[in-house]
């Protein structure tokens, strides 16, 4: 069931588009494990391209008000990385688009790396980002990734030199994750106008397809990034404060834009 190449025939077939992956990010267990799923099922009837979601955690260094409340709201709930994959095994039997995780590395070493990416890849998905993890110390979760036939995922900024970008490309694969501004990750009014340098940097020494996330919450911000020809977009804060109810509205307009 689980191709490794998810991603591959996914950008493939936007690249003929001539559009960035539409992808979506959900807090696992937020609010509830129940409702989690519920919105999941909503963020799928919008046609995604490609799926984030997150594996809560009390100290999301990398992570926005926003998300660290849905983490906490989570937890308290009752959410833990055993659940989490449970759900993640519940929406890859929705669904045949790539999963992508979001986690940290404690989660990762409690639940233990090897049995960790075992049951990610057993639950479908298809790659992780360790949050807090730097370069230095990803080799036991590297090796574990590709035992298991996951990507594993970095993060590129405008502080990332090329020399640097070389040695991820070692251990990466899947996609880069860009951060579109630095700091943390939520809802801003605007894009960093470095963003376009940027890009055209890593286009010229990346071999992997770029995805935008940190901060896109409205359409206009979509128009924007689109000119960066990004290989897709990740939608979190903006998706992770909206009411269920209301998610439908926000998903519309979002991948209008991105048509």
């Not at 069931?1 to 992808?23: H, I, V, W």
């Not at 990010?25 to 979601?53: C, M, Q, W």
């Not at 894009?191 to 890593?202: D, E, S, V, Y």
């Not at 896109?216 to 804060?237: E, M, R, V």
């Amino acid at each position: 069931l689980n191709s490794p190449d998810r991603y591959q025939q996914t950008f493939a077939r936007l690249k003929k588009a001539n559009r960035p992956a539409f992808c979506p990010f959900a807090v696992l267990g937020h609010p509830t494990e129940k409702e989690s799923l519920e919105r999941i099922k909503i963020y799928l009837k919008s046609n995604p391209d490609i799926l984030e979601l997150g594996i809560p955690f009390s100290d999301p260094v990398a992570d926005g008000p926003i998300i660290q409340m849905a983490d906490e709201m989570a937890i308290q709930n009752g959410m833990t990385p055993k659940k989490c994959m449970d759900l993640i095994q519940k929406t890859r039997s929705l669904t045949d688009i790539p999963i992508g995780i979001l986690t940290y590395a404690n989660i990762v070493l409690q639940y233990n790396i090897e049995k960790f990416y075992r049951d990610l890849k057993k639950a479908g998905a298809d790659s992780i980002l360790i949050a807090d993890v730097p370069l230095e110390e990803i080799e036991p979760f590297a090796k574990a990734a590709k035992r298991n036939h996951i990507h594993q995922i970095f993060i590129v900024s405008e502080n990332t030199s090329l020399a640097r970008l070389k040695q991820l490309q070692k251990y990466g694969s899947g996609f880069f994750y860009v951060v579109s501004s630095l700091g943390v990750t939520g809802v801003r009014n605007e894009i960093n106008p470095k963003l376009q340098q940027l890009m055209q940097q890593l286009k010229k020494h990346s071999k992997l397809p770029l995805m935008i996330g940190f901060g896109i919450s409205s359409p206009s911000h979509i128009q924007t990034l689109k000119k960066t020809k990004a290989d897709g977009l990740i939608i979190g804060s903006a998706l992770v404060k909206t009411p269920t109810d209301q998610i439908p509205n926000l998903l519309k307009e979002l991948s209008n834009a991105n048509l």
